[in-house]
Structure formats: C-alpha cells, structure tokens
C-alpha cells in the first residue's frame, strides 16, 4: 500500500503489523507514490507509480504479489 504524503509504501503482515517497505523522506526518486502493482511471469515486478514524477518506478521483489482478481490464478 503506499503512503502520499509520507513517501511511503508500507505492507500490513497477517498479524495486523505496519512494515515499512520502502521510504523516500526527500521525495528524490519516489515523489507521492500513488499506486503499486505486481507484473512478469513470476509476479515479482514491482512497479511504483507516482503522481509528481513523469516515470514508473521498476524493482525486483524477493516476495511475488498476488494476480489482480480479474487475472484469474
């Protein structure tokens, strides 16, 4: 889930802990991230968009995310 305002973007584990997954108090590189999503064969392309920036955030993840329902499994 990302964070606006606070240049964050945090996961919530099934215990109900906040952890923060990446930040950029400076706003350099990730500017108001506004959304997240998961691409590739494996699932583990992170992209990062972000409302004040003109480019899509890209990172590998070590954890693969979830297909969007309208992917099926």
Do not use: C
């Not at 996961?11 to 802990?17: L, S």
């Amino acid at each position: 889930m990302t964070l606006v305002g606070a240049n964050k973007v945090i996961a919530i584990t099934p215990a109900g802990k906040v952890e923060v997954i990446i930040q950029d108090p400076t706003g350099d590189l990730m500017d108001w991230p506004t959304n997240m999503s998961f691409g590739g064969p494996d699932l583990r392309n992170l992209y990062i968009g972000s409302v004040r920036k003109d480019y899509v955030l890209h990172a590998r993840s070590p954890i693969p995310g979830a297909p969007l329902v309208h992917q099926g499994r």
